[in-house]
């Protein structure tokens, strides 16, 4: 077998699925869901009885954990709705650049360096704000980063 004939694998992904199948009837508020493609956390969710020519059906009402964009959602309490793979960490900061990027200490002690301080359209948001305060201050920062999906945030800080 010459070297063109072998398979070149340049993708570090492992093709697993970004949601998992669960009953709508089952999903419970403060859980996560899919709403219109978007990982949403279910802030509202009510359930009407079978009707006379129906099945019960759940009303979800969630906040995308990214932008915070509310979505509504009716589906048969029978079906199944995707929930995300929702993983939460925390990294220690190291740097703050210009340009809001921010360089992490991960677990192994690699650094992280493809995430930006939390922003919104007026710029950086509170959250980051108070992360760029504290940093300032010389105090160490520890970030909470939530991940789904392929995307990631900084949702919360706290300087120890």
Known sequence: MSSEDEPTFEQADAGASHTAPQQAGTLRKGGFVMLKSK?????????????????????????????GRKYEDICPTSHNMEVPNVVRAEYQLLNI?????????????????????PKNENGVDEIGQQIQNDFNDGKTVIVTVIKACDQEKIISAKAV
């Open 39 to 67: 990982p949403c956390k279910i802030v509202d969710i009510s359930t009407s009885k079978t009707g006379k020519h129906g099945h019960a059906k759940a009303n979800i009402t969630g906040l995308d954990i990214f932008t």
């Open 97 to 117: 650049e210009e340009s809001g990027a921010v360089s992490l200490l991960t677990d192994d002690g690699t650094t992280k360096d493809d995430m930006d301080l």
